[in-house]
């Protein structure tokens, strides 16, 4: 939002971005990378870049300064810094501001859905080097990362859900009825819906696999679509591929059972039917 704004400015009089980078002894590159809220914002440039683009109401300095402040804190995520890579980092942070998260998943629960002991066993398996130690912490932070669908402005999070990954044991059975438990509890909440995507309907919009798309309450800000992969992640904010992911998104929720549905299948799953 901030980058977004400092473009506006910048646009609005008429200043390329190299003379953007020439006032905070920087390069265009750099202007660039403010603008796209991809580096964090130094108090002097900032002063710098209003005075530039003719900033000068001191209520509208204060408030974008203390903006800026919030922007640059550190979230509670990095106290799990070693178990943190940078491009997961970058994730949570969009996490954490989005106001709509929606997702589809054909190999686990999503995350944010996840028992602790369903969490340990999934984690197990993509990081059998780690120790006992850092396989705790991973576990803590997807615990704590849960938090935020039960605390007021939790957002809108939307899951589809493969068959598959209901079907999929990480885990003795006591786990995994523990974990259709808590899907059906967590389905109860009002800011969650749960669709289960059934074998029955043989191909489907979303074979691509996995994604979560993310929404920002800021009409400035685009979607942003994740897609992680065995050691990196991919995020796309263009408009057009954007858009190819809200068209899959869309088919594959009209493709997967109602909520409700999904919910008499959960509970089919539990008594073993």
């Known amino acids: ?45 900032l002063v710098d870049l209003l005075n530039l683009y003719g900033v000068t109401d001191e209520a509208e300095r204060k408030e974008f300064f203390n903006l800026a402040e919030q922007a640059n804190a550190r979230g509670w995520w990095h106290q799990h810094g070693p178990v943190l890579p940078s491009w997961f980092e970058m994730y949570l942070g969009l996490e954490h501001s989005a106001s709509v998260i929606r997702t589809y998943q054909v190999q686990f629960v999503p995350g944010l859905l996840q028992t602790e002991d369903y969490a340990r066993n999934v984690i197990r398996v993509g990081h059998q080097a780690d120790s006992a130690n850092e396989i705790d912490r991973r576990v803590q932070l997807r615990m ?70 993310l929404r920002f309450a800021e009409s400035d800000l685009p979607d942003i679509v994740y897609l992680e992969q065995l050691n990196s992640a991919v995020y796309l904010d263009k408009r057009s591929e954007v858009e190819d992911y809200l068209a899959v998104m869309e088919r594959v929720s009209v493709q997967a059972d109602t909520p409700s549905t999904s919910t008499a299948m959960l509970r089919n799953l539990l008594s073993g039917n």
């Not at 008429?14 to 590159?29: K, L, V």
């Not at 990378?33 to 440039?45: A, H, N, S, T, Y």
């Not at 259709?180 to 074998?199: A, D, G, I, K, Y």
């Open 144 to 213: 704590t990362r849960q938090k935020m669908l039960t605390e007021p402005g939790a957002p809108q999070f939307w899951a589809v859900i493969d068959e598959a990954a209901l079907s999929r044991p990480f885990g003795s059975p006591h786990v995994m009825t523990a974990q259709l438990e808590h899907l059906l509890e967590m389905s109860e909440l009002p800011n969650v819906t749960v669709q289960v995507l059934p074998f029955r309907l043989g191909s489907h919009a979303a074979a691509g696999g996995a994604f979560t798309i």
């Open 1 to 45: 939002m901030l980058g977004t704004q400092l473009r506006r400015w910048r646009e609005e009089n008429g200043i390329t971005r190299e003379a953007a980078g020439e006032a905070i002894r920087a390069s265009h590159a750099k202007i660039s990378r403010l603008e796209l809220g991809r580096v964090g914002f130094k108090q002097r440039d």
